[in-house]
């Protein structure tokens, strides 16, 4: 049985920092590209960050770029986002998943290209 278990949400003042962790079992992660998405109450998922397999090319949606780090160790299965200077509109629960096959043509961004998910980790940035 396939899971992912994200971890690492919590609540955080504006400016600050988490690391989200994404740890599978039941799949090996190196054969895969992982992606972290998020979701606002009353939005649509988006994709936030991607890592390919093979050589880890690295994928950020232009809201993040130089504050998010997406990053994997293959001996743990385990991915992780390091999230810095934190804004309110991270505000979201954050969810880590899977794509199978090589990533570019727009694959990483989109959630039905998507295997397995994880259940999801709340994220709140507020003072």
């Known amino acids: 049985q396939v899971q992912l278990v994200e971890s690492g949400g919590g609540l955080v003042q504006p400016g600050g920092s988490l690391r989200l962790s994404c740890a599978a079992s039941?799949?090996?992660?190196?054969?895969?590209?992982i992606g972290w998405f998020r979701q606002a109450p009353g939005k649509e998922r988006e994709g936030v960050s991607c890592?390919?397999?093979?050589?880890?090319?690295?994928y950020y949606t232009d809201s993040v770029k130089g504050r998010f780090t997406i990053s994997r160790d293959n001996a743990k299965n385990t991915a992780y986002l390091q999230m810095n200077s934190l804004k309110p509109e991270d505000t979201a629960v954050y969810y880590c998943?899977?794509?199978?096959?090589?990533?570019?043509?727009?694959?990483?961004?989109?959630?039905?290209?998507?295997?397995?998910w994880g259940q999801g980790t709340q994220v709140t940035v507020s003072s």
């Open positions: 998943a899977t794509l199978s096959g090589p990533t570019g043509w727009g694959r990483e961004w989109n959630p039905y290209e998507y295997d397995y």
């Open positions: 890592i390919s397999n093979g050589d880890g090319f690295t």
């Open positions: 039941g799949i090996t992660l190196h054969y895969y590209a």
